[in-house]
């Protein structure tokens, strides 16, 4: 057998057996700072990522690295409290096998969040965006042979993420008075923050934001046909000239995130209850 497939199905298996009867409907993959949403989650089965065989831990700051099961919004979902990084040193396959398992076990929707630089002049700290499409600059999580269990050897990207929940978001938004924007996540390897050369590239070529993650675990839900929802948290302005002496620091992109972590929870929890 493919290890690749092995070491999905051994982690899967496991997962299965601390659920029990437990089914999740959704799938959650919570970015930098965002782990407030877990503390919604009623009934809850904590899984540290280091209990499940062949896991990844997750080492980036902000990232918990527990998988959170239980109801949200009325529904069973299983939340990532932490995602796998490539800028971590893994490859695509462990970034994205969180992701995999999720499917195997059997999620029928995905919600990732993302913070998120703002590249879009219009975009300000604490901003949500709801993406509506990506341009990704990370290797593509399904180069190799296929596996064919899991989708097409050329899945469609036409709808990355799925036009139904977009506008089911847009409406929740407008009706709890959320401001919310609405545009393209651009996705990078990271660890460096963007050049100010680089940031004006990317708004060139049509970003509004840009990240390090999402993308992979997007890429690997569509394989499988499973209808994706994204939020990103607007932490930091990516312009192309500051003062002599702006930085950008991981500590506060998480301050900021944390910041605007309950109105995308509202979204989130909202949007759950509705499916």
């Known amino acids: 057998m493919d290890e690749r497939i092995e070491r999905i199905h051994k982690a899967a298996e496991f997962l299965k057996e601390q659920l029990g009867d437990r089914k999740p409907l959704v799938g959650i993959i ?23 065989p062949g896991f990844p831990a997750s080492t980036a700051i902000g990232h918990k690295g527990n998988f959170i099961v239980g109801e949200l919004g009325g529904k069973e979902v299983i939340m990532m409290q932490g995602r796998i990084h490539y800028y971590e040193g893994y ?58 269990e899991f ?32 545009g393209v996540y651009f996705g990078g390897t990271g660890p460096t923050y963007e050049t100010p050369s680089e940031y004006k590239y990317i708004r060139i070529i049509g970003g509004d934001v840009t990240g390090m ?24 302005e990516a312009h192309d000239h500051y003062d002599a002496d702006y930085k950008n620091d991981g500590e506060d992109v998480i301050k900021a995130a944390d910041a605007a972590a309950g109105r995308m929870c509202s979204i989130f929890k909202k949007l759950i209850e509705s499916l």
């Open 30 to 52: 919570l970015g930098s700072g965002l782990g407030r949403l877990a503390d919604e989650v009623q009934n809850t089965l904590v899984i540290p990522y280091k209990t499940i």
């Open 151 to 182: 989708g097409p050897r050329f899945p469609d990207m036409t709808r990355p993420y799925d036009l139904g929940l977009i506008e089911r978001a847009e409406k929740i938004a407008l009706d709890m008075g959320i401001k919310v924007h609405k």
């Open 91 to 148: 490859s695509m396959d462990m970034v994205t096998l969180p992701t995999r398992v999720m499917v195997s076990i059997g999620i029928k929707y995905l919600f990732v969040s993302n913070a998120a630089g703002g590249v879009n002049y219009e975009y300000k700290v604490g901003d949500l965006m709801i993406i509506k499409d990506h341009i990704c600059q990370q290797p593509n999580p399904l180069i190799g042979p296929n596996m064919d």
């Open 213 to 236: 993650s999402t993308i992979p675990e997007v890429i690997t839900a569509r394989h499988s046909d499973i209808p994706v929802f994204g939020m990103s948290v607007v932490t930091n």
